[in-house]
């Protein structure tokens, strides 16, 4: 059996490579998708554009599933002028156009836009950018049931008196 030697290049060369190796998947990053969607409304010739991550379905039974709009930092949904216009938004935000292509749901006229990101989380992907539905879990998280607490409270002290 032979003994490496570490005073020689090579075995020190191959020891840095293996370090570099494993230091590099510490700090793996991920590619992350999304899909933009244009779709007509039917009420008016607006279009809605939805920022589809994979995480939920992006219709519901009634058509585009609102939640999945982009709103600002209070809550207010942000129009965009077409899809070009929420693509600068994605390219601002650091996410890369893949492919484009166009489909017919439900006799609507549906363009779809891909984009890609590479982050270390799912959370780090998505930074600055909010959906109507990430901001209602937000607020729910923020408040919780304080609300209904302040209604329940005396409500839950007069049962409690009443069994006494």
């Known amino acids: 059996m032979k003994v490496v030697n ?22 793996a990053q991920h590619r992350y998708f999304c899909e933009l969607k ?12 939805i920022f589809d991550f994979g995480t939920r379905s ?3 039974l009634l058509g585009v599933d609102n ?12 129009n965009f002028n077409g899809i070009v216009d929420a ?7 650091g ?13 609507r006229q549906v363009a779809r836009w891909i984009f890609t990101k590479q982050a270390a989380s799912f959370e780090e992907a998505k930074a600055g950018i909010m959906t109507k539905y990430d901001y209602k879990q937000m607020k729910k998280m923020k408040y919780g049931l304080f609300p209904f607490g302040i209604i ?4 839950a ?3 409690v008196f009443q069994r006494h």
């Open 67 to 78: 939640d999945k709009t982009v709103v600002d930092e209070k809550g207010k949904e942000i």
């Open 58 to 60: 992006s219709y519901n």
């Open 157 to 159: 002290v007069l049962l």
């Open 6 to 27: 570490f005073r020689n290049g090579a075995a020190k060369l191959l020891l840095v490579v293996c370090f570099v190796m494993c230091a590099g998947s510490v700090f």
């Open 38 to 49: 244009s779709v007509e409304n039917n009420a008016s010739s607006s279009m809605y554009v």
């Open 95 to 107: 996410w890369s156009f893949v492919q484009a292509y166009s489909t017919v749901d439900d006799d």
């Open 87 to 93: 693509a600068d938004y994605m390219a601002d935000r």
């Open 152 to 155: 329940l409270a005396p409500v």
